[in-house]
């Protein structure tokens, strides 16, 4: 019996590919590729709400009774975020890039596990860059998976693949899907009797979101470098980022698991909290003189609960330990120029 190894992100269609697949009478395992920059794995588990903390790979592994396998890329995506053959999308999304990529791991994982075909739940024509009709034979080209890779979902708009030309999946009973419509998917999920998955939202990858984008690029500028390490794609995602100069910049936290995120790294970073008054965590990024700490002082000020009085006191404390308390204005919103804002326009 052929055995299929299957792209699995936690949204609806990889969930659908695979069940599609087990249809057929075929053992799937998944494969989960840890980036760094996925917004549910690591925001939703920060942030203080009432919504459910899941992992959606991990729920779908669960639901779809399937082996998951989470694989740490962080270190190896690296060089493909900053610098893509095929270019970014909209944003900083090296989306086509990216497609390949995983695809190339699978075709390695297949191949070392003794599995013989690759599924994903591309949708022709849902992606502006990655799922178009001729960047998916990219794909399958240079990824190396050729006729291996089957989409279950839009099969029938494609050429043949090895699974179907050996007989090891039916063409007939594979999908025709297209377009960027969700309504087919929500309706062969009813029929399944899968409910309860991620809501389509254009897919859970930071790099497609204009605000993260800023901030990134910001980053580099400021460092004079294109690079990045993990603790510094975590930060992004998290907080207000300011910069009201070339040297530094301040993170302040938004609500209250985003502040205690932000106090595990000041052993790393100068660090303000408010003593007079309820207020953010906050960071300072850079090189900072005192002028420097008082004006993120201000800052830091007006996203408390003495925003509006006339002074606010507040700790600073050094990475090595030391502290000190310094007594500032807060900022009024009028005294806060727009460009120092790391937000999309």
Same mark, same amino acid.
């Not at 699995?8 to 697949?21: F, K, N, P, T």
């Not at 893509?84 to 994982?109: H, Q, S, T």
């Not at 860059?129 to 099969?155: F, H, I, N, Y």
């Not at 794609?233 to 302040?252: Q, Y």
């Given at each position: 019996?052929?055995?299929?190894?299957?792209?699995?992100?936690?949204?609806?269609?990889?969930?659908?590919?695979?069940?599609?697949?087990?249809?057929?009478?075929?053992?799937?395992?998944?494969?989960?590729?840890?980036?760094?920059?996925?917004?549910?794995?690591?925001?939703?588990?920060? *942030? #203080? /709400?009432?919504? $459910?903390?899941?992992?959606?790979?991990?729920?779908?592994? @669960? %639901? &779809?009774?399937?082996? =998951?396998?989470?694989?740490?890329?962080?270190?190896?995506?690296?060089?493909?975020?900053?610098?893509?053959?095929?270019?970014?999308?909209?944003?900083?999304?090296?989306?086509?890039?990216?497609?390949?990529?995983?695809?190339?791991?699978?075709?390695?994982?297949?191949?070392?596990?003794?599995?013989?075909?690759?599924?994903?739940?591309?949708?022709?024509?849902?992606?502006?860059?990655?799922? *178009? #009709? /001729?960047?998916? $034979?990219?794909?399958?080209?240079?990824?190396?998976?050729? @006729? %291996? &890779?089957?989409?279950? =979902?839009?099969?029938?708009?494609?050429?043949?693949?090895?699974?179907?030309?050996?007989?090891?999946?039916?063409?007939?009973?594979?999908?025709?899907?297209?377009?960027?419509?969700?309504?087919?998917?929500?309706?062969?999920?009813?029929?399944?009797?899968?409910?309860?998955?991620?809501?389509?939202?254009?897919?859970?990858?930071?790099?497609?979101?204009?605000?993260?984008?800023?901030?990134?690029?910001?980053?580099?500028?400021?460092?004079?470098?294109?690079?990045?390490?993990?603790?510094?794609?975590?930060?992004?995602?998290?907080?207000?980022?300011?910069?009201?100069?070339?040297?530094?910049?301040?993170?302040?936290?938004?609500?209250?698991?985003?502040?205690?995120?932000?106090?595990?790294?000041?052993?790393?970073?100068?660090?303000?909290?408010?003593?007079?008054?309820?207020?953010?965590?906050?960071?300072?990024?850079?090189?900072?003189?005192?002028?420097?700490?008082?004006?993120?002082?201000?800052?830091?000020?007006?996203?408390?609960?003495?925003?509006?009085?006339?002074?606010?006191?507040?700790?600073?404390?050094?990475?090595?330990?030391?502290?000190?308390?310094?007594?500032?204005?807060?900022?009024?919103?009028?005294?806060?120029?727009?460009?120092?804002?790391?937000?999309?326009?």
């Amino acid at each position: 019996m052929p055995k299929a190894v299957a792209l699995v992100s936690g949204g609806l269609d990889s969930m659908l590919a695979v069940r599609v697949i087990q249809e057929q009478g075929i053992q799937v395992e998944g494969l989960n590729f840890f980036t760094g920059f996925c917004v549910e794995g690591h925001t939703h588990a920060i *942030r #203080k /709400d009432a919504r $459910p903390r899941r992992n959606n790979a991990l729920w779908v592994a @669960e %639901r &779809l009774d399937i082996k =998951l396998h989470l694989v740490d890329v962080v270190e190896d995506y690296r060089d493909l975020v900053l610098n893509p053959k095929y270019g970014y999308g909209a944003n900083l999304n090296p989306c086509l890039d990216c497609k390949i990529f995983m695809v190339r791991r699978a075709l390695e994982w297949m191949h070392a596990h003794g599995f013989d075909f690759i599924i994903t739940g591309e949708v022709v024509g849902q992606r502006p860059k990655s799922q *178009r #009709k /001729d960047t998916m $034979p990219v794909v399958q080209q240079d990824s190396g998976a050729g @006729e %291996r &890779l089957l989409r279950p =979902l839009c099969a029938k708009r494609l050429p043949p693949t090895l699974p179907e030309q050996a007989g090891w999946v039916e063409r007939e009973r594979l999908f025709d899907f297209s377009g960027r419509s969700r309504k087919p998917q929500m309706a062969l999920a009813k029929k399944y009797g899968l409910d309860d998955y991620a809501q389509p939202a254009g897919g859970c990858c930071f790099l497609t979101d204009p605000q993260y984008s800023v901030r990134l690029t910001d980053l580099w500028s400021s460092r004079g470098e294109r690079t990045y390490e993990l603790d510094d794609i975590m930060l992004l995602k998290v907080g207000r980022h300011i910069r009201p100069g070339p040297g530094f910049k301040v993170i302040i936290a938004r609500e209250e698991g985003e502040g205690r995120f932000l106090s595990g790294y000041r052993h790393r970073f100068v660090s303000l909290r408010t003593l007079s008054h309820s207020g953010p965590e906050a960071l300072i990024d850079g090189v900072a003189t005192d002028g420097d700490i008082e004006l993120a002082a201000r800052l830091v000020a007006r996203y408390g609960q003495g925003r509006s009085c006339e002074s606010v006191r507040l700790e600073v404390r050094t990475p090595a330990g030391s502290t000190r308390e310094l007594v500032v204005r807060p900022f009024t919103p009028q005294e806060i120029p727009r460009e120092w804002m790391l937000e999309a326009r």
